[in-house]
């Protein structure tokens, strides 16, 4: 089971996680991004292209079901403003044993962070700047090729 969502609401950990849960297998990895409060971020702003932004996160689950033997995937993003602390992303996975669910949960968050579309803008007491893509989220993105 594939559960993909761009939402404005806070991520429920309960909800998602019971939803990966359900699938009965034995191994269960999950991913909670926070939003983090780096060089005085005292908000974050994300924006994305309705359908496309959910589309990317479609085929990043779908290829994480194709590549390890998968009972569910469930990636939720959040966009809108938020405060550091707050629950920006959750992946979760379910396999047979650990060590697949392990290695596709964090496929999956590599992958997202340079295939699915978001924009991204922190606010400072300085001002306000855009968030450039990262060399390390390329790198860790090409390390599953």
């Known amino acids: 089971m594939i559960r993909v969502g761009v939402q404005t609401a ?10 990966v ?9 999950s991913f909670t991004g926070l939003v983090r409060a780096d060089d005085g971020v005292a908000t974050l702003t994300l ?11 479609q085929a990043v ?7 390890w033997s998968l009972g569910a995937v469930t990636i939720l993003h959040r966009v809108g403003t ?14 047979a044993h650990r060590a697949e ?27 306000d700047r855009w968030v450039e893509p990262r060399a390390a989220d390329d790198s860790a993105a090409k390390g599953w090729e």
């Open 82 to 95: 938020m405060h550091p602390g707050e629950r920006i992303v959750f992946v979760g996975t379910a396999a």
């Open 47 to 57: 924006e994305h292209y309705p359908g496309m932004t959910e589309a990317a996160l």
């Open 10 to 19: 806070p991520i429920d950990l309960a909800d998602a996680l019971a939803g």
């Open 61 to 67: 689950a779908e290829a994480a079901a194709a590549r």
């Open 21 to 29: 849960e359900a699938a009965g297998m034995g191994g269960i990895a």
């Open 101 to 127: 669910a392990l290695a596709a949960c964090s496929y999956c968050i590599d992958r997202l962070k340079t295939d699915a579309p978001f924009w991204k803008r922190e606010a400072t007491d300085a001002g």
